[in-house]
């Protein structure tokens, strides 16, 4: 920032224009058709369908019994696959990250495995497996455990279909920070639990952070492999998106909508939340003055970082 | 607290990072594990640490057995090369980490914890810093912080791993300095690491000069840099110029000049080589010695580096020479002048390293 006046700060907004460049403002106008196009656009006509008859119409099919109990079961199964990868994603990461062990690379390629396999051949595994013709279905079958065609079956597809993001997510950030903070950590004391609390997981909050909202919208829109093991109960295994298919099967378009809307109203807070965290993540905003000066220019991630990193150098 | 080490060996995969490496480290020393990259000077570090396990061979910590202690048992302070601040507390927070992790019993009060951190602060000049972040302070401010976090918890040993590295060299010397009168008024036992010489020279005690995973050289900083026992260690402690060794008639000679008065020709082999430092060449009238050319002047400071091209040398392998500025002022060589070279002192390897 070249300032040749007294070095004010500019009002929020108003920055230094670059001379405009024909090529850039294609390339931009490009990008945003092709958004528009394709990301606004469908997500428009899904709002105005189901609010087609009115907002009594769409209270009705949401307030639905069958819908509920689809937004019940949805919300407890990502309740369970949310945590249950929480815990997997952090050791995995950890492990992966700070130590150095043999398999390592076939665990980080297994960890990549569920982003590789159809979400389709992932229900049909757990057929296999737990089917009443699969491997353990006989066992199941005596001791009276349903495990496909019911929530046990739905949870553990999501939770394999949602494997990835949290690990995926912290391995480069725990990578990067290496293990100097913790060898510290210990050389003064503390034990593995204090160090895992005190300084790990400090370290990693965004990422983690934004690596459970990735996990959790994930884990509330999959459809493939659900779809094998749920069997479609009605009220019993239909999570939203199933029942979002069902209703439009049946040609019941302004219920259908009414939930998918509640299904991209989901999507859309996620993103919120995801872009807030990208907005904060430049730490040091709150604890520099020259991040908090770069602050009112800077409003995008990318270029906060550059900014914390110059900081970071020239001290 | 004397720290010794008995055949200590470590490897990683195939690759040997150190071996057999027996050393004393008694009480109260400041000493510096000198070498060049990959020489296994911070693995020994970590090895004393207790961040690594050595394959082989016993730590000792006053003649107990501490191989196997994990390193929060071992009350040693460490410190890195990136200060491994931890980013989300304020400075205080950071130096009063070791004191709040404490099992409850052995805590002291937060008031204490106050006072002690306070004191620290100002024992590394950092008193108005406590609620900064590590973010918003400079290198050499933040290195402090570092080893204030270390002495929080009074430790008996105090390890640093190439603790200036990264900062330039006015800060660099500062903080040698610093870290030099700390040791002498808190009298615990440091060790440090560096690549850097002239660090080492100018704060251990005792000089530990590593190379291949192995003690090459242990002493006094002068001794190790006046009488190298290999010429790795001659290399790596200053620059040297390295001349061929030509035996003829069963004399000695470094291109003409005749050395055979003060060296055992009989044990020279026959590919030996010379290093003489650069302030070890005398320059004198062309006639006086070794004909040479001056092919460059540089003044640096309060000394002159001059290149000389002698005769029967290829041209792109100058003798480097050392004078002070004010020798340089007096006689006044320009580029181009014929000069006379002799050499003041010089020690004879053969080719292969130790010395003859």
Not at chain 2, 50 to 61: A, C, I, K, N, S
Not at chain 2, 126 to 140: E, I, N, V, Y
Request: charged share 20%; glycine share 10%; with cysteine.
């Amino acid at each position: 920032m070249a300032h040749a006046e007294p070095p004010l700060r500019r009002p929020p907004g108003e920055r230094a224009r670059p001379p405009v460049q024909p090529g850039r403002v294609l390339l931009i106008a490009a990008a945003m058709l092709f958004l528009g196009l394709f990301l606004l656009l469908p997500l428009l006509a899904v709002f105005t369908q189901a609010l087609a008859k009115g907002v009594s119409a769409y209270l009705a099919a949401i307030s639905d019994p069958m819908a509920w109990a689809a937004i019940k079961l949805t919300l407890w199964v990502a309740a369970i696959a949310v945590p249950f990868n929480l815990v997997f994603g952090v050791a995995a990461a950890w492990a992966i990250a700070k130590f150095e062990f043999r398999g390592k690379s076939t665990l980080i390629t297994l960890i990549d495995l569920p982003f590789a396999v159809s979400p389709v051949i992932a229900g049909l595994m757990f057929i296999l497996l737990f089917g009443a013709h699969g491997w353990f279905g006989g066992y199941l079958r005596e001791h009276h455990i349903k495990v496909v065609f019911a929530v046990p079956g739905i949870v553990l597809a999501t939770i394999f279909v949602t494997f990835p993001f949290i690990a995926r997510e912290l391995i480069p950030v725990m990578q990067a920070q290496g293990k100097d903070d913790e060898e510290t950590a210990l050389s003064l004391g503390a034990t593995g639990w204090q160090t895992f609390w005190r300084v790990t997981l400090p370290n990693i909050r965004w990422g983690l952070l934004y690596g459970v909202l990735l996990c959790n919208a994930r884990a509330m829109g999959e459809f493939g492999a659900v779809s094998v093991v749920s069997g479609h109960i009605r009220g019993l295994t239909n999570t939203m998106p199933l029942h979002v298919e069902i209703l439009y099967n049946e040609y019941n378009y302004t219920a259908a909508f009414a939930v998918a809307s509640l299904l991209a109203l989901l999507a859309l807070l996620t993103l919120a939340g995801k872009s807030f965290l990208e907005w904060r993540q430049p730490e040091l905003r709150r604890a520099g003055s020259h991040a908090q000066g770069a602050g009112g220019n800077a409003r995008g991630a990318g270029v906060g970082n550059a900014r914390d990193r110059t900081v970071r150098e020239k001290s | 607290m004397s720290i010794a080490l008995r055949g200590v060996g470590k490897q990683f995969g195939e690759f040997a990072a150190v071996g057999n490496i027996d050393l004393d480290v008694p009480t109260g020393a400041l000493i510096a594990l000198l070498g060049p990259s990959g020489c296994g000077k911070t693995t020994l570090l970590r090895i004393i640490a207790g961040l690594e396990t050595p394959d082989e061979g016993q730590v000792l910590f006053d003649g107990r057995d501490a191989t196997s202690w994990p390193i929060r048992d071992r009350n040693v302070g460490f410190v890195f090369q990136h200060y491994a601040l931890f980013r989300h507390m304020s400075v205080f927070e950071n130096v009063a980490f070791g004191l709040k992790v404490k099992p409850r019993r052995e805590r002291p009060s937060a008031a204490e914890i106050t006072k002690k951190v306070q004191s620290l602060l100002e024992l590394v000049q950092l008193g108005w810093a406590g609620d900064r972040f590590p973010a918003q302070l400079s290198g050499g401010q933040r290195q402090r912080v570092a080893l204030a976090r270390a002495l929080a918890v009074g430790p008996d040993v105090l390890l640093l791993d190439e603790p200036f590295g990264a900062l330039d060299s006015q800060v660099r010397h500062e903080l040698r300095r610093w870290l030099r009168r700390l040791h002498d008024e808190l009298h615990f036992t440091s060790i440090f690491v560096t690549h850097d010489q002239q660090e080492a020279i100018e704060v251990a005690d005792t000089i530990v000069v590593l190379n291949r995973g192995r003690i090459e050289q242990f002493g006094v900083p002068s001794e190790v840099y006046d009488l190298p026992t290999s010429a790795f260690v001659h290399r790596f402690l200053g620059q040297v110029n390295e001349l061929p060794v030509r035996l003829r008639d069963g004399r000695a000679f470094i291109g003409p000049i005749d050395i055979s008065s003060s060296t055992d020709v009989s044990a020279t082999a026959p590919d030996s080589i010379a290093l003489v430092r650069p302030h070890e060449i005398e320059i004198g009238a062309e006639a006086s010695g070794w004909p040479a050319v001056v092919a460059a002047v540089r003044v640096i400071g309060p000394i002159v580096r001059l290149e000389l091209c002698a005769e029967g040398r290829p041209a792109h392998e100058p003798l480097e020479a050392e004078i002070s500025r004010e020798r340089f002022q007096y006689v006044g060589y320009s580029v181009g002048q014929k000069v006379g070279v002799r050499f003041r002192r010089w020690q004879v390897y053969p080719a292969n390293g130790a010395a003859a």
